[in-house]
């Protein structure tokens, strides 16, 4: 039906049982709790968010995935509800306590991230790098769609790119500005470390490289070149 929820459904419950499958681990005294939170990471979280790239999330959705997360959180940490009722903790105290454990809204945005940035400096006549042009002519039905997974990328993208002086990512997600910045990998992973942690440096924007286009493949520029 074009909507996610079953795949949403079915990462929740491969990462419930990941869950039960450690609980013995979680339960242990001895192990710090970086240590546990690595392996939440390692291990539950990317159960739950595999092949998150490609979802059009919409609030509802976000907010099933934070439930989740922080419900096992609760459990590791050995939180019951009527305490966060009774002492007023706030999610971020629980995820304070949990080893400063960043939102799933993050984790997200920051796999699309890295995915589109790999996507973006790949061959450029490899067909998912074509896709990041492709367009079609049909029409769309009357009202509202569904929303798409490039509106979810996009807003992916304005969150990584919000905080860099001089990128401005448009509402219709136009390469003008951020697909030059992705082609330069150490920019693309320093605006990823501030998204992940704001409390690192803002990278500045890479030159652009006038010369490079991205709708002239490499076929295409070598039949110019050579005319």
Excluded at 50 to 68: N, P, Q, T, V, Y
Excluded at 200 to 212: G, I, L, M, Y
Aim: proline share 4%; hydrophobic share 40%; with cysteine.
């Amino acid at each position: 039906n074009g909507r996610d929820d079953h795949a949403i459904d079915t990462r929740i419950a491969a990462a419930s049982r990941a869950m039960g499958a450690l609980k013995g681990f979680f339960s242990r005294r001895e192990i710090d709790i970086h240590s546990k939170r690595l392996i939440f990471e390692a291990i539950i979280i990317n159960l739950l968010l595999w092949g998150c790239e490609s979802w059009a999330l919409r609030k509802d959705h976000i907010l099933k995935l934070e439930r989740f997360m922080n419900r096992q959180i609760r459990r590791i940490l050995k939180i019951n509800v009527w305490q966060v009722k009774d002492e007023h903790i706030t999610v971020e105290q629980l995820r304070g306590q949990f080893d400063n454990i960043i939102s799933v809204r993050t984790m997200i945005d920051v796999r699309r991230a890295r995915f589109i940035g790999k996507i973006a400096r790949d061959d450029v006549d490899s067909p998912h790098r074509e896709m990041l042009i492709a367009f079609v002519h049909n029409t769309r039905n009357v009202g509202r769609p569904l929303l798409s997974t490039k509106e979810s990328t996009l807003h992916s993208l304005q969150r990584l790119l919000e905080p860099i002086q001089g990128i401005y990512v448009d509402h219709l997600g136009s390469l003008n500005e951020w697909y030059f910045s992705a082609l330069d990998p150490g920019f693309w992973k320093l605006a990823i470390a501030h998204l992940r942690d704001p409390s690192q440096p803002v990278p500045e924007k890479p030159n652009r490289d006038a010369s490079f286009h991205p709708r002239r493949s490499r076929r295409r520029r070598g039949r110019s070149d050579s005319s």
